[in-house]
């Protein structure tokens, strides 16, 4: 059984900076592309961010571009989002999601597993 479990949300400050973390278990990890998306209150869950199984290509929703970066440690079967300069925007849930698809997208239903989310809240 597939279970991804983010965790690293908070509450900060805007222009502060945050590490999410997402762990797998129950698939092999190294052979999934990996996610993260974010759902603010009242809107559709978003894509932000996503890294290739083998790391080598990553892609960004444009609003994080140069803000945030992806990134996998396959030995430990981990997941990233390090977040710098937040804005009050940036507040969501944010989820980690795993793809089976090579070069998987920014749809939502190109991922297969979720995990539950975690709550991140920027002040101004």
């Known amino acids: 059984q597939v279970q991804l479990v983010e965790s690293g949300g908070g509450l900060l400050q805007a222009g502060g900076s945050l590490r999410l973390s997402c762990a797998a278990s129950g698939h092999t990890f190294s052979n999934y592309d990996m996610g993260w998306f974010r759902r603010a209150p009242g809107r559709e869950r978003e894509f932000v961010a996503r890294i290739t199984w083998s790391g080598g290509s990553t892609l960004y929703a444009e609003s994080v571009k140069g803000r945030f970066t992806i990134s996998r440690d396959d030995a430990k079967n981990l997941l990233y989002l390090q977040m710098n300069s937040l804005k009050p925007e940036d507040t969501a849930v944010y989820y980690c999601?795993?793809?089976?698809?090579?070069?998987?997208?920014?749809?939502?239903?190109?991922?297969?597993?979720w995990g539950q989310g975690t709550q991140v809240t920027v002040s101004s």
């Open positions: 999601a795993s793809s089976d698809r090579a070069y998987a997208g920014p749809r939502v239903n190109e991922y297969n597993f």
